[in-house]
């Protein structure tokens, strides 16, 4: 089954500050960090290079491991465990050998695990080159049970975790699930291909199919096909900027330790992250798990100039959601109102330029209900932007009356801790929260007419 990518979209320019939102997962795992060099360590004992793959001796201990250590080696008439058991071995050395090469800048040595020259070569030389582009400082890759025999012969399956950091050494590591195809021609083993396992539907990351040109600043990582090179100095600096505003808003009071913004031209804009977005997206971001997101942007959407309002609203989303496991639409008015309120930037509500949209909606026979404002996928591009407005000037009169401090705990104890409205009415604003309701969508009715 695929899971659902968990999303927050951003309607297209010409309609306001907004953003709809796929409620995000939590993964409340918190994998620790192994050192490389502790597991290079181990890998002391050199193996033979054959035409640009480690070959090992199959009668030979496992390198590293020492004699009467490790899977044994195979010897005919031994199960098939015996093969399997010891390959698997071959396979995680291999990849401490890659993850080294990595980080140190070597890339001959990223690719050696592949046929030269083949396809496979060729996706791994792209993704060397966007991985050192993105400034990458950690690469743990980790096997995850026990090779698999495939039907076709020598070739075998391994599911892999790859635990990683970008630009800091010292982060929360980002994981990811990989399936590795392996052919094995006499103790030699090349990689080739690159599977995305089962029961994913946040796939591809953009740094796994595209080869990126990537600029880091103070708070942000940007990065973008290289035909789009040319916009990343823009996206720096008002990523940097909007950053600033988004940290206000992070949960806990704790911001990630680098926005990540990916600027997609129309192939990566269907292809990242499985694609299939409203009609009426110009951005969104998704949840990787762990408390981390990446964002999105749409370049056939935006104009120069245009990004910095998508941009607050979209890492306003990545800084306050962390660590939630709210449900799909749930508080939707209240998760888009706040990064409205922040792309907003202390602006007049009288110049929110999507106010016709919610006199439009008003008008035409909304049922003042805010938990029912949320847009479909296919909604018109006007119910897109006013369900935005009606967040935004919710949001906005309660933060009005009882200050920020106070909606960004009731926005905790509903999105992150699970309580309903009622009781994180009480103990935030010390208020009922029907007569707030009520009153939040009297105020929207006033200021939209």
Not at 262 to 288: C, I, K, Q
Request: negative net charge; contains cysteine.
């Amino acid at each position: 089954m695929v899971t659902a990518v968990p999303v927050t979209a951003y309607p297209l320019p010409g309609y306001g500050p907004s953003g709809a939102v796929r409620r995000p997962r939590r993964d409340a795992r918190l994998w620790p960090w192994v050192s490389l060099g502790m597991v290079l360590a181990l890998l002391c004992c050199g193996a033979p290079v054959v035409g640009g793959v480690l070959a090992f001796d199959r009668f030979a201990p496992a390198p590293g491991t020492g004699a009467g250590s490790g899977a044994p080696s195979p010897k005919p008439g031994d199960p098939p465990t015996v093969e399997r058991d010891w390959l698997g071995e071959r396979v995680t050395e291999l990849l401490a050998r890659q993850a080294s090469a990595l980080l140190a800048g070597d890339e001959s040595g990223y690719l050696a695990v592949a046929e030269p020259n083949s396809p496979m070569a060729r996706d791994l030389r792209r993704q060397f080159r966007t991985l050192r582009a993105m400034k990458v400082t950690r690469w743990q890759p980790e096997m995850r049970g026990k090779l698999v025999r495939l039907h076709e012969p020598g070739e075998w399956r391994s599911e892999i975790r790859i635990r990683h950091c970008f630009v800091l050494p010292e982060c929360e590591p980002i994981e990811i699930s990989l399936g590795l195809r392996w052919r094995n021609a006499a103790g030699q083993l090349r990689l080739i291909n690159v599977e995305e396992p089962a029961g994913y539907g946040d796939r591809p990351r953009p740094w796994e199919t595209d080869e990126l040109v990537a600029s880091v600043g103070e708070r942000v990582l940007v990065a973008a096909p290289r035909a789009f090179r040319d916009r990343l100095p823009e996206l720096l600096r008002e990523g940097e900027q909007a950053a600033r505003v988004a940290d206000r808003y992070a949960a806990d009071g704790s911001p990630p330790d680098r926005y990540r913004i990916f600027y997609a031209g129309p192939n990566e804009w269907n292809r990242w992250y499985g694609g299939d977005r409203a009609e009426w997206t110009a951005g969104y971001a998704v949840s990787l798990g762990a408390g981390q997101y990446d964002v999105v942007l749409n370049s056939t959407s935006l104009r120069d100039g245009d990004h910095g309002e998508l941009l607050r609203h979209e890492l306003t989303h990545a800084a306050s959601l962390s660590g939630t496991t709210r449900t799909d639409g749930d508080a939707w008015w209240l998760v888009e109102g706040l990064a409205e309120n922040a792309a907003a930037a202390g602006r007049p509500v009288s110049r929110y330029a999507s106010l016709p949209l919610v006199e439009r909606l008003v008008d035409g026979g909304w049922n003042g209900e805010l938990d029912d404002v949320m847009p479909t996928g296919n909604a018109p591009d006007w119910r897109v932007g006013a369900a935005y407005g009606v967040g935004f000037l919710a949001v906005r009169h309660l933060t009005d009356r009882f200050g920020e401090a106070q909606v960004l705990r009731f926005f905790a104890l509903v999105v992150h801790d699970g309580r309903s409205e009622e009781d994180a009415a009480r103990e935030a604003f010390g208020a009922d929260w029907s007569t707030l309701h009520d009153e939040c969508v009297a105020y929207v009715r006033k200021t939209a007419t």
